[in-house]
């Protein structure tokens, strides 16, 4: 089956069959060129990535859009007769996936900005200040151990050590990926910015929520109030001493594995004693392992590797939990005779979302009387680089069954249609 989307016809108007047909459509494209097993994976900078940009990008200029490329690869899409010489709004998401992910998480929002801009064109509308969909590279973090790659090297907060990442699967560097898509990344490892603020006169994402309180609640809608930012560790190294499982007494054991579950369990209490402080946090180690080509049923394992990541609102509590993460690693370290060794941090920051955008999505959904809720979003997203880089930022949720981040993300089209008619209409009066 061709990916390539047939043009609509030329008219005056964008109805709802049409622009839901349209989507469907590009979703189902999306799904068929980056089916992976029982999800989908779209390497960031990799081929599936630019393949999902290609299509979206031939589908804007079937419609008579202008398609660009930025410094650092991001798709631009734009009205013919946009202005230049004003700050615009950019309308953005990501397209790439984790591995063996859902067909939503990012792609919604691309296609939700696109549907706008059809709409704005079809329909004659004019704006006070132009919109530009943006779909931005790199927003996963599962291909290099880095996120938001596209959006951070906008804002020139991309380092040489960043560059040098290397893929998971390949061992390629991300600078090597970045170079093959277009990315001029001279400007990037001189840590240039590529987008100034003062042209951006706001930047706003729909995308599918990551958990699972709209469904809980019965909205279709959120209107996001912050992000979450993290620490990041790829990878905490416990190393300890192998030996031989029936030869070795407790009192004399160095046991990786044991040390690194004694400090995960020590986290995970200083969680909850935080939670019921009424701090906002979550904790993750999302991969555990010992080598396979040393590990053995009868053999006390000498290293042990797992990922640490911290989320939370307040960049105060990250810093916090982090030392007391520390303080922890050294008593361990002290009483079982091990030695933690920690990889590079990564740091993101929390983002407070634009109250006067907040308060205008507020309205529009009154206005279309579409249920919403208010809520903050745990995960992050591309919106925190461009809040924290001074930019006023917002977030539309789309209500999404069985979480992301896997195969079974469940977005219902309605739901997506009320969502891409909200972010439309408030494009229509801004709070500029």
């Not at 999306?30 to 089916?35: P, Q």
């Not at 990926?177 to 994402?205: F, H, K, Q, S, W």
């Not at 555990?288 to 105060?316: K, N, V, W, Y």
């Not at 810093?319 to 520390?326: G, N, R, T, V």
Request: proline content about 5%; overall charge negative; glycine content about 8%.
């Amino acid at each position: 089956m061709s990916t390539r989307i047939r043009p609509i016809d030329s008219i005056r108007e964008f109805d709802s069959s049409e622009r839901r047909a349209l989507s469907e459509q590009l979703f189902g494209a999306l799904r068929e060129m980056s089916a992976d097993g029982p999800g989908v994976s779209r390497e960031s900078y990799g081929p599936g990535e630019q393949e999902a940009m290609e299509l979206i990008a031939e589908a804007a200029r079937d419609e008579g859009l202008l398609t660009s490329w930025d410094e650092a690869a991001n798709l631009i899409v734009e009205l013919p007769d946009a202005r230049s010489d004003v700050p615009a709004i950019i309308c953005g998401s990501h397209l790439d996936s984790v591995p063996q992910g859902g067909n939503f998480d990012g792609a919604a929002g691309v296609i939700a900005g696109l549907l706008a801009l059809i709409r704005l064109k079809r329909e004659g509308q004019t704006t006070s200040a132009p919109v530009r969909l943006m779909a931005i590279r790199g927003e996963e973090s599962a291909w290099f151990g880095l996120c938001y790659l596209g959006s951070y090297s906008l804002f020139g907060q991309m380092t040489r050590e960043d560059l040098d990442r290397t893929h998971r699967s390949t061992g390629k560097p991300l600078r090597d990926y970045m170079t093959a898509a277009g990315a001029d990344i001279g400007r990037i490892e001189a840590g240039e910015r590529l987008l100034a603020p003062e042209n951006v006169a706001a930047y706003l994402e729909l995308h599918i929520e990551q958990g699972p309180v709209m469904v809980a609640r019965e909205v279709p809608v959120g209107i996001v109030t912050g992000l979450r930012g993290n620490v990041r560790y790829n990878i905490v190294r416990c190393v300890g001493e192998a030996g031989h499982s029936g030869a070795v007494p407790r009192w004399l054991r160095h046991d990786s594995v044991l040390a690194a579950a004694d400090l995960l369990h020590r986290i995970d209490e200083h969680w909850r004693v935080l939670l019921e402080r009424g701090l906002d946090m979550v904790v993750t180690a999302g991969i555990i392992s010992t080598d396979p080509e040393e590990h053995a049923m009868s053999r006390i394992p000498g290293e042990c590797d797992f990922s640490l990541e911290i989320r939370s609102q307040s960049i105060e509590t990250l810093e916090a939990f982090d030392e007391l993460i520390k303080a922890e690693v050294r008593s361990i370290e002290k009483e079982r005779g091990v030695r933690f060794e920690f990889s590079r941090r990564s740091l993101t920051e929390p983002a407070v979302m634009d109250q006067r955008w907040i308060d205008h999505l507020s309205s529009c959904c009154e206005e279309m009387d579409i249920r919403y809720e208010k809520l903050p979003s745990g995960a992050g997203h591309d919106a925190a680089v461009f809040a924290n880089g001074g930019v006023p930022s917002a977030m539309i949720f789309v209500r999404n069954e069985h979480g992301s981040h896997n195969p079974n993300e469940a977005m219902d089209m309605d739901d997506f249609m009320k969502g891409a008619d909200v972010l439309y209409q408030s494009l229509l009066e801004p709070p500029l």
